[in-house]
């Protein structure tokens, strides 16, 4: 694997954020605009309840953490999309690029937006609610870790779909991360969730992360089991996914989908 050919596509495609302030706002404009809501309407929940502790800070927290799932997943998916709307996606695969190569190019670019994000999402949150995710401490590396590499699983599976059923299926890109949510114990803990869906929802990688952050900024110590069981689940989800993207590549490229997708 070349490092330089990772950073050749890397380039390519935080370049094209340099100079197209449309891009720039999509980047920053939802998430910002998702923790305002979300801010102001955890503000009214603690009011009517009395000023109980945990609102604020258990909705605010799982916001952020979301999105650091959603950017992850989007810096694998948008990439290739970029290059399917520029006419570039021939360019790339008819070069000496290899597909982990690509790959981790777009996980780069993930890393990038993520640390963006989360970085002016802390400001605001600390500014506008008083809340800092730092409070976390020192669980916040492991968690964001875990959120990170599901992020990549869910981009290299909607990748996939793409490369293989074509732009039809490209709102998938948006769709796939928001299908997982309501069994990821985002903004509620496993336990509302009906029997049958706990199974489920705890072999999701995200479901202990968010559980465990609950769990911390409740004051309780950091439960290592769920780091444990993250880990091991991402670890599930990554090696799957990287067959079915390999898969889903042979196949397109056996067919000549990439060829169509290149062209259209």
């Given amino acids: 694997m070349s490092l330089a050919v990772i950073w050749g596509l890397f380039l390519r495609y935080t370049y ?29 929940l603690r009011e009517i309840n009395g000023g109980a502790p945990g609102v604020v800070t258990f909705l605010l927290g799982a916001m952020i953490f979301w999105d650091v799932i959603y950017r992850s ?25 290899r597909i982990r190569e690509f ?17 002016l999402l802390s400001l605001l949150a600390a500014a506008c609610y008083n809340f800092s995710i730092f409070s976390l401490g020192t669980s916040l590396a492991p968690f964001l870790a875990n959120l990170l590499l599901m992020g990549w699983a869910i981009g290299m599976i909607t990748t996939a779909l793409i490369m293989r059923f074509g732009q039809a299926v490209e709102a998938l890109a948006w769709a796939v991360p928001f299908l997982i949510q309501p069994l990821s114990a985002v903004f509620y ?12 929802a705890w072999c999701i990688p995200s479901t202990p992360v968010f559980e465990g952050m609950r769990a911390v900024l409740a004051g309780h110590p950091l439960p290592t089991s769920n780091l444990i069981h993250a880990f091991l689940l991402n670890g599930i989800w990554i090696a799957g996914a ?16 990439l060829t169509k997708l290149g062209t259209q």
Wanted: zero cysteines; proline letters at 6%.
């Fill in 16 to 44: 094209l954020y340099r100079r197209s302030l449309p891009r720039l706002l999509e980047m920053v404009f939802w998430p910002v605009m998702d923790l305002l809501v979300w801010g102001f309407l955890t503000l009214y």
């Fill in 73 to 97: 997943a989007q810096g694998v998916t948008m990439s290739f999309l970029e290059d399917i709307w520029t006419r570039n996606l021939l360019n790339i695969f008819t070069a000496p690029v």
């Fill in 103 to 119: 790959l981790a190019a777009t996980f780069l670019v993930g890393v990038v937006k993520i640390s963006v994000i989360v970085a």
């Fill in 189 to 200: 803990p496993v336990s509302v969730l009906p029997p049958a869906l706990r199974v489920v």
């Fill in 242 to 257: 990287a067959l079915f993207f390999s898969a889903m590549f042979s196949s397109a490229r056996k067919h000549g989908y």
